[in-house]
């Protein structure tokens, strides 16, 4: 019966998640010069760092083409340099803006018993 418990309140947790705001990294916060300092305080990844659990990872939906594409390998890239795991990382097409990337927590946290 606990586990059951556990199991809603965590996929309702992760259905309030899902449906609050998207996160997105602009490009004109990008267009700005970037250090470790300046990457570690945009807005959509400090709030996607604040939810990052153990078992999960983040999703970094980019803009069409070869730009979007090269501007999320970099962002990842900070992401890695920073301390965050490449395997935390999924790289997607398909952001809801042309002139942002999509910042999702994605997955189901890992709970002890």
Known sequence: MRVAILL????????????????YVT??????????????????????????QKGQHLQLLYPGGDAGSLWAHELRAWLVALGLSSQRIEL???????????????????VKP
């Open 8 to 23: 809603c309140a965590l996929l309702c947790a992760s259905a309030a998640w899902a449906a609050a705001a998207p996160l």
């Open 92 to 110: 997607l097409p398909g952001s809801r803006r042309e002139d942002a990337i999509e910042v999702r927590v994605a997955g189901l946290p890992v």
């Open 27 to 52: 490009d004109a916060q990008w267009a700005q010069p970037r250090t470790g300092a300046m990457v570690s305080h945009l807005p959509a990844l400090v709030a996607a760092m604040r939810q990052l």
